[in-house]
């Protein structure tokens, strides 16, 4: 392969809502800091009774999962649909009319495959598990948690072209800001050909080569390579999308609710909130602060804004969300009011149905929250 130089669900919480750090396979991912309660989807494997369910006349999108027993369909409120494969499964990505990739990993060995609408399994292709930095070579087959092996750190680490016709891969050996090693793969889902390239090597030098102009599923700046934009994996609303007189100023750092009326933040100029997004109504926004890079990790804690009413919530796995008091809004800058705290790889994005997934929580504010036991497909 080509190589370029120098170039991270328990019980539901109350009105409607939808990465990156450390975890399980190959991708990292960034639990809070705050414990999760298992609930009974993430406890046991699903069973060939639970398959047998119908999801619920709601009208809902389905999530898929993938875990270690395969890649699964459940419906909004964590019930199980049907598994689409028994095969154990990472980071799966929905394509168009209904097909599904994901990869899968021996002890050795990384695969991407895709199922069809009828949930036909095919190989689309052998990916690289690393890079050897003193040969300056990809390595297609090494032991898991040797020096070559490679990972990825979040969801945006593995996207599909807008045309999906290109699966695109980012690897490094630790996560984003503190990684020695960074390459870029492709994937190309017809003729499963595979390409690689070297975006850092701190490690040693390689000979810095290019790709050619315009290559599938690639964006080239200077000397790095990145994975082109592809299709969005959130449906994230806007704030013009639900009309309301309270919420969150990120210009002034202020939060205006029904009940307190105009409310300061007491941030400072080092430590502001901002917006992780909006849930699809744009009723719902989840805001970001308090912003720890003292550690390994970079930690920024959450909270969610209803605004219909202007209420500030925390998030908390298992036990859903709670609206704070004015006293507490405004001591939000201070950061000591307890709530879901995620490193700078997690996963914050909006589903349809009104489903906000924070890596392995799921959320539907005003409904209820769950663990998530395994990948979304986005």
Request: with cysteine; glycine share 10%.
């Amino acid at each position: 392969m080509k190589t370029v130089r120098s170039l991270s669900l328990g019980v539901l919480l109350g009105v409607a809502c939808a990465p990156r750090s450390p975890s399980t396979g190959d991708t990292a991912h960034a639990s809070g800091r705050t414990q999760t309660d298992r609930s009974p989807l993430a406890a046991k494997a699903p069973s060939t009774e639970d398959a047998a369910h119908a999801p619920g006349d709601t009208g809902a999108t389905t999530l898929l999962v993938a875990n270690g027993q395969g890649v699964h369909e459940y419906d909004v409120t964590g019930k199980l649909v049907r598994t689409r494969t028994p095969i154990p499964a990472q980071t799966p990505r929905r394509l168009a009319g209904g097909d599904v990739l994901f990869l899968s990993k021996s002890a050795t060995t990384r695969t991407l495959y895709r199922i069809d609408s009828t949930d036909k399994l095919t190989t689309v292709a052998k990916l690289p598990v690393g890079y050897a930095t003193g040969a300056c070579k990809f390595v297609d087959d090494a032991p898991e948690g040797s020096h070559e092996w490679l990972h990825m750190e979040s969801a945006d680490d593995f996207v599909v072209a807008a045309d999906g016709a290109t699966a695109c891969f980012t690897f490094r050996d630790r996560n984003a800001n503190m990684a020695d090693v960074e390459v870029v793969v492709t994937a190309a889902l017809a003729s499963g050909a595979v390409e690689g390239w070297v975006n850092m090597n701190k490690r040693g030098g390689c000979k810095a080569e290019k790709p050619a102009a315009g290559a599938a599923g690639l964006r080239v700046e200077g000397k790095s390579v990145f994975c082109a934009a592809g299709r969005p994996w959130s449906t994230s609303g806007a704030e013009a999308d639900f009309q309301s007189k309270f919420g969150f100023d990120k210009k002034k750092q202020t939060i205006t609710s029904n009940a307190h009326g105009e409310v300061s933040l007491g941030t400072t100029k080092a430590r502001t909130f901002t917006v992780e997004g909006y849930s699809p109504s744009g009723q719902w926004v989840v805001i970001s602060g308090c912003r720890d890079d003292s550690g390994d990790y970079v930690y920024r804690s959450l909270y969610l804004v209803d605004r219909a009413t202007g209420d500030t919530h925390t998030l908390q796995a298992g036990k859903g969300t709670s609206a704070i008091s004015k006293r507490n809004v405004s001591a939000l800058g201070g950061c000591s009011i307890e709530t879901l705290t995620v490193t700078g790889e997690a996963t914050v994005a909006w589903l349809s149905d009104e489903l906000l997934i924070v890596d392995k929580i799921a959320i539907r504010p005003g409904i209820g929250t769950w663990t998530i036991d395994g990948d979304v497909a986005w």
